[in-house]
């Protein structure tokens, strides 16, 4: 979010002195959300709340619609699907927006006294977004380079390209790290974490078979060891035998 630290300031003053009524006020009516109205949400959903103010959940029936529109992936997908808008239009509209989803994983984050997360299926949501906006964002990142590389050797877009996965394997692997402190999660909240793995991590080796797992691999390994549940545990072995799989394809091929 590229906002002056000066500006900031008086933005969380204000939403801090309107929240003293409970003030809060989502673009609900909008069809789509766009860079504006992720700046004013989430700067409202981290700091405008009072301690004792109940953030928005998923299970609250009257504002859960306000999760449901932060979490819509078609706020994104309207412009990077949208061929009529230029590929370096929708290229800088997918770094703004990663920068608004990195914003977005700290509005969920607070523990209670007995270090459960308060929040912790948004929490999970929040990411679960995220997990599918990357892949999105990789994709037009590499085109916008495939494109705008005409003068460049084909290793150095390669490299670029490169790099560009290694971000994007990068985030992949940090959504393992969550479950690290597995206690502060609820059960149900653990069976949440287990989708996010078997959903998104299944369909980012579908997309790129041929890329080098050997980050998300070894992160997986490590938190292995670190947790207990048999269905998590489950899970990332799954997982590795993936990475494997593909990686014996690779090898015979």
């Not at 981290?46 to 959940?57: A, C, Q, S, V």
């Not at 394997?169 to 940090?174: D, H, I, P």
């Not at 292995?224 to 990475?243: G, M």
Request: net charge negative.
């Amino acid at each position: 979010m590229k906002i002056s630290k000066t500006l900031l300031l008086l933005t969380i003053t204000t939403i801090f002195y309107n929240c003293t009524g409970n003030n809060h006020n989502f673009p609900i009516e909008k069809q789509y959300w766009d860079i504006n109205d992720y700046d004013q949400a989430i700067l409202d959903l981290r700091f405008g709340y009072l301690d004792n103010e109940p953030k928005p959940t998923l299970d609250n029936p009257e504002k859960r619609i306000i999760v449901e529109k932060l979490i819509d992936k078609q706020n994104y997908k309207v412009i990077l699907d949208d061929s009529s808008i230029s590929l370096r239009e929708r290229n800088k509209f997918a770094h703004d927006f990663f920068d608004q989803w990195k914003d977005m994983t700290g509005i969920y984050e607070e523990k209670d006294e007995s270090g459960k997360y308060i929040y912790g299926r948004e929490l999970l949501a929040v990411w679960h977004f995220g997990l599918d906006f990357h892949m999105e964002y990789f994709t037009i990142g590499s085109n916008a380079i495939h494109t705008f590389s005409a003068n460049s050797s084909e290793d150095e877009v390669l490299k670029r390209i490169n790099k560009n996965m290694e971000e994007l394997f990068k985030n992949f692997s940090r959504y393992m790290d969550l479950i690290k402190d597995e206690d502060a999660f609820y059960e149900n909240e653990k069976e949440f974490f287990i989708q996010g793995i078997d959903t998104y991590f299944t369909k980012l080796i579908m997309q790129h078979p041929e890329a080098d797992y050997k980050r998300i691999e070894k992160k997986a390994k490590a938190v292995l060891k670190k947790v207990k549940s048999k269905e998590i545990r489950a899970s990332l072995e799954s997982l590795v035998e993936s990475i494997n799989y593909i990686k014996l394809k690779k090898t015979n091929a």
